[in-house]
């Protein structure tokens, strides 16, 4: 990445050409559309019409998709619910922070006779909401995990008891005083352009800082976070990691759970905090760290990138070190069961990419993989090879490389269309095609932007054709991060995590957006920073990934 920040002089005309083509301002947008349950019981519909005014929102402790509207409930209204005065005993109701994740209580309490226990949660400003427990049988003892709570703020929590259908709440109720954001994180702007076109649920990134003299160095004054922002740009949920575990990489698995890629090991993390999978490097086997991305396979295992080390082989700079990329799979107990370096799966190594970048560090990253996909169509394997500028497929059963796409690869590139410069964040779109966030290239004056490709392999070998049949173009240059992710009404939400916007007095904004799929995309929904300028901070915020999920209790 350094080498491509030295290009940038060359990318200015680009950058101040378009710079006022970034995005339509910071004005509060619409809530997400969708169907919101209030507490009055009846079902309001926030899909989008002429205007979203204020006493349409229904505020709720938690993200706009109530827990009970995610099991496709209605929630009753307290004051409206069947009570019977006596009939249930609550006792020992205690509220207490979610010391693992911010924004977040854990309430217990318990019944005289077995019930389905959730909790009212109340507040000024805040109209009430039932959070269930997610337990399926009946109990005595009740313990509900409340997310997305206001920040700085009294909240009240009364326990709920279901017996055969009927409803009790306490007369007692928990207080707690929720705490304030951190003072290190920045202010997020969200704009909705069309919120009937915007693919409902909130928005997870992970956040980082770059020092503005040194772009691409991180500040060892800041602990990287995990954080989950709604529609109107609020966080509702945050995690943090110490800058000196060294956040190497994060995905979002297809549970709902977080696989966390650290210095130390991997962390497999739901969003209540709790860790149902720690793996050490030393217990994995590895000699350097698993980083950039993580897959689970149908039976259980997991796919992600590490190293090897080995010297250079450019005469010109023996004493320079590297670390070539390798793909593992292990078992959930930190067994190796398949390892396939990327190596030997090419051909050869490109011209040019050992010398051109070996004479920069004391170790290198020669293909800098940083994401992999898992085809279950076929079993096979997909990884984005950064420094290359191809993303390679081979197969999981034989290890036997399947194609190579990009410039240089073993695929023919038909019809209209081009190839990305440097890939990052690739998925597999639900029609099969291959979606890719391209950095670009400053020194071809080629903006980043997204790609998508479908393939038709040569069934005899390596090879076959690719056509390029949708793309994002841009007017910027992000030079490092990113990821595009389909969802489920077909929009593409796109993350630009180190977009840069200024170059004499250098400054960044990473930016997320929404965009549909027409072949002229239209941004729906966009969630940004206000940029950091050089002259001003000494860091920036960057966004390595994002995503779009449905809201905070995926376990429901």
Same mark, same amino acid.
């Given at each position: 990445?350094?080498?491509?920040?030295?290009?940038?002089?060359?990318?200015?005309?680009?950058?101040?050409?378009?710079?006022?083509?970034?995005?339509?301002?910071?004005?509060?947008?619409?809530?997400?559309?969708?169907?919101?349950?209030?507490?009055?019981?009846?079902?309001?519909?926030?899909?989008?019409?002429?205007?979203?005014?204020?006493?349409?929102?229904?505020?709720?402790?938690?993200?706009?998709?109530?827990?009970?509207?995610?099991?496709?409930?209605?929630?009753?209204? !307290? &004051? $409206?619910?069947? #009570?019977?005065?006596?009939?249930?005993?609550?006792? /020992?109701?205690? =509220?207490?922070?979610? *010391? @693992?994740?911010?924004?977040?209580?854990?309430?217990?309490?318990?019944?005289?006779?077995?019930?389905?226990?959730?909790?009212?949660?109340?507040?000024?400003?805040?109209?009430?909401?039932?959070?269930?427990?997610?337990?399926?049988?009946?109990?005595?003892?009740?313990?509900?995990?409340?997310?997305?709570? !206001? &920040? $700085?703020?009294? #909240?009240?929590?009364?326990?709920?008891?279901?017996? /055969?259908?009927? =409803?009790?709440?306490? *007369? @007692?109720?928990?207080?707690?005083?929720?705490?304030?954001?951190?003072?290190?994180?920045?202010?997020?702007?969200?704009?909705?352009?069309?919120?009937?076109?915007?693919?409902?649920?909130?928005?997870?990134?992970?956040?980082?800082?770059?020092?503005?003299?040194?772009?691409?160095?991180?500040?060892?004054?800041?602990?990287?976070?995990? #954080?989950?922002?709604?529609?109107?740009?609020?966080?509702?949920?945050?995690?943090?990691?110490?800058? @000196?575990?060294?956040?190497?990489?994060?995905?979002?698995?297809?549970?709902?759970?977080?696989?966390?890629?650290?210095?130390?090991?991997?962390?497999?993390?739901?969003?209540?905090?709790?860790?149902?999978?720690?793996?050490?490097?030393?217990?994995?086997?590895?000699?350097?760290?698993?980083?950039?991305?993580?897959?689970?396979?149908?039976?259980?295992?997991?796919?992600?990138?590490?190293?090897?080390?080995?010297?250079?082989?450019?005469?010109?700079?023996?004493?320079?070190?590297?670390?070539?990329?390798?793909?593992?799979?292990?078992?959930?107990?930190?067994?190796?069961?398949?390892?396939?370096?990327?190596?030997?799966?090419?051909?050869?190594?490109?011209?040019?990419?050992?010398?051109?970048?070996?004479?920069?560090?004391?170790?290198?990253?020669?293909?800098?993989?940083?994401?992999?996909?898992?085809?279950?169509?076929?079993?096979?394997?997909?990884?984005?090879?950064?420094?290359?500028?191809?993303?390679?497929?081979?197969?999981?059963?034989?290890?036997?490389?399947?194609?190579?796409?990009?410039?240089?690869?073993?695929?023919?590139?038909?019809?209209?269309?081009?190839?990305?410069?440097?890939?990052?964040?690739?998925?597999?779109?639900?029609?099969?095609?291959?979606?890719?966030?391209?950095?670009?290239?400053?020194?071809?004056?080629?903006?980043?932007?997204?790609?998508?490709?479908?393939?038709?392999?040569?069934?005899?070998?390596?090879?076959?054709?690719?056509?390029?049949?949708?793309?994002?173009?841009?007017?910027?240059?992000?030079?490092?991060?990113?990821?595009?992710?389909?969802?489920?009404?077909?929009?593409?939400?796109?993350?630009?995590?180190?977009?840069?916007?200024?170059?004499?007095?250098?400054?960044?904004?990473?930016?997320?957006?929404?965009?549909?799929?027409?072949?002229?995309?239209?941004?729906?929904?966009?969630?940004?920073?206000?940029?950091?300028?050089?002259?001003?901070?000494?860091?920036?915020?960057?966004?390595?990934?994002?995503?779009?999920?449905?809201?905070?209790?995926?376990?429901?």
């Amino acid at each position: 990445m350094t080498r491509r920040l030295h290009l940038l002089a060359a990318f200015l005309p680009l950058v101040l050409l378009f710079s006022g083509c970034g995005g339509e301002g910071g004005t509060t947008p619409d809530v997400f559309p969708g169907e919101i349950v209030p507490p009055d019981g009846e079902t309001r519909d926030l899909s989008p019409r002429d205007s979203v005014g204020p006493d349409d929102r229904v505020e709720v402790p938690g993200d706009v998709d109530v827990v009970s509207e995610l099991r496709g409930e209605e929630t009753e209204n !307290p &004051a $409206d619910l069947d #009570v019977h005065p006596g009939e249930v005993v609550f006792s /020992d109701l205690v =509220a207490v922070h979610n *010391e @693992a994740v911010g924004l977040a209580a854990v309430i217990t309490f318990h019944t005289d006779r077995p019930a389905l226990g959730s909790v009212v949660v109340e507040g000024d400003g805040l109209e009430a909401g039932v959070v269930e427990s997610g337990a399926e049988v009946p109990g005595l003892d009740h313990q509900v995990w409340v997310m997305g709570l !206001p &920040a $700085d703020q009294e #909240v009240l929590f009364r326990a709920r008891a279901v017996i /055969d259908g009927d =409803a009790e709440i306490s *007369e @007692a109720s928990a207080s707690l005083q929720t705490g304030t954001l951190p003072e290190d994180f920045p202010e997020f702007l969200a704009t909705a352009s069309a919120p009937g076109s915007i693919q409902s649920g909130l928005t997870l990134l992970s956040l980082h800082t770059t020092s503005l003299s040194d772009p691409g160095a991180p500040s060892p004054d800041f602990d990287p976070a995990l #954080v989950i922002v709604d529609g109107e740009g609020r966080v509702v949920w945050y995690s943090r990691w110490p800058a @000196a575990d060294t956040l190497l990489g994060y995905t979002l698995l297809g549970d709902g759970t977080l696989g966390i890629l650290t210095g130390v090991g991997l962390t497999v993390m739901n969003l209540k905090g709790e860790r149902l999978l720690e793996l050490s490097v030393a217990e994995l086997g590895l000699e350097a760290p698993l980083h950039h991305d993580l897959a689970v396979l149908p039976n259980g295992n997991y796919l992600s990138l590490t190293s090897a080390v080995r010297p250079s082989t450019n005469p010109e700079t023996p004493d320079v070190m590297i670390s070539a990329d390798v793909v593992v799979e292990f078992a959930p107990d930190g067994e190796q069961v398949n390892w396939w370096p990327i190596e030997g799966l090419l051909p050869e190594i490109p011209e040019g990419i050992e010398e051109g970048f070996g004479t920069q560090d004391t170790v290198f990253s020669l293909y800098n993989s940083n994401s992999i996909t898992y085809d279950a169509a076929d079993d096979g394997v997909i990884v984005g090879l950064e420094h290359t500028g191809q993303v390679v497929k081979f197969g999981r059963d034989d290890g036997e490389l399947r194609w190579i796409l990009g410039s240089g690869g073993t695929l023919e590139l038909d019809g209209e269309g081009d190839w990305f410069s440097h890939t990052h964040g690739l998925c597999l779109a639900q029609n099969g095609n291959l979606l890719l966030y391209d950095n670009g290239d400053p020194e071809a004056l080629k903006a980043s932007g997204v790609h998508e490709y479908s393939v038709i392999p040569d069934p005899v070998g390596p090879g076959g054709v690719a056509h390029e049949v949708w793309t994002l173009e841009t007017a910027f240059f992000s030079p490092a991060m990113g990821n595009v992710q389909e969802l489920e009404n077909g929009n593409r939400l796109i993350c630009h995590g180190f977009k840069i916007v200024g170059l004499q007095d250098f400054s960044v904004q990473a930016t997320i957006v929404e965009v549909t799929p027409a072949q002229d995309p239209e941004t729906v929904f966009e969630l940004t920073m206000p940029p950091q300028v050089q002259s001003e901070v000494e860091t920036g915020f960057l966004i390595y990934r994002a995503y779009r999920i449905p809201g905070l209790y995926p376990w429901l």
